[in-house]
């Protein structure tokens, strides 16, 4: 069965430090995003990706936060300068035209930043 | 500000019992509703959609119902099994490229 895979799984770093998570999506998807899970909260939105360009973003995804797909598999975010509060479970999902409510969700990247 | 909710943070069921799983929502707007599935270090997982204009869907063991009346959409699960176990998360697609999830409910299943 087709899958989302995130690397690395765990992810340790120092504040101020810039990250870079990756994801390869599911071959046939076209739409990618990334969200975001604080310890015990509900799953944030942060960006969506269509056509090698951002198609919404929430309030959290600011100036720090960057997406790329740098080649034909690879989706990846970058956080700029890294705070404590940006340590989280970071998901990539995608979803395929047609049926974009249905968004499958890789293993998840746990950022921790100290 | 947040549109989808739920109302208890945990749930408790028996094995082989029928689970429902309830959540009001404030966006009427929003054109789907849909529920996930987290297990524990995993994503969340896809279960069933609702289309806005629909009251009912059926899934495998999984029934969703809508009430636009009072905002109100439920998951049941039939004959719930230990696999069952995990937090149920409904969320909103309002057309945009996004999906909002709600806080999620913890499902205890016993044996």
Known sequence: ?114 | GESVGLHLPTLSVQEGDNSIINCAYSNSASDYFIWYKQESGKGPQFIIDIRSNMDKRQGQRVTVLLNKTVKHLSLQIAATQPGDSAVYFCAEWGGGFKTIFGAGTRLFVKA
Request: contains cysteine.
């Open chain 1, 1 to 114: 069965e087709p899958e989302v895979t995130q690397t690395p799984s765990h992810q340790v770093t120092q504040m101020g430090q810039e990250v870079i998570l990756r994801c390869v999506p599911i071959s046939n998807h076209l739409y990618f995003y990334w969200y975001r899970q604080i310890l015990g909260q509900k799953v944030e939105f942060l960006v969506s990706f269509y056509n090698n360009e951002i198609s919404e973003k929430s309030e959290i995804f600011d100036d720090q936060f960057s997406v790329e797909r740098p080649d034909g598999s690879n989706f990846t975010l970058k956080i700029r300068s890294t705070k404590l509060e940006d340590s989280a479970m970071y998901f990539c999902a995608s979803s395929e035209p047609g049926a974009l409510t249905e968004a499958f969700f890789g293993q998840g990247t746990r950022l921790t930043v100290v």
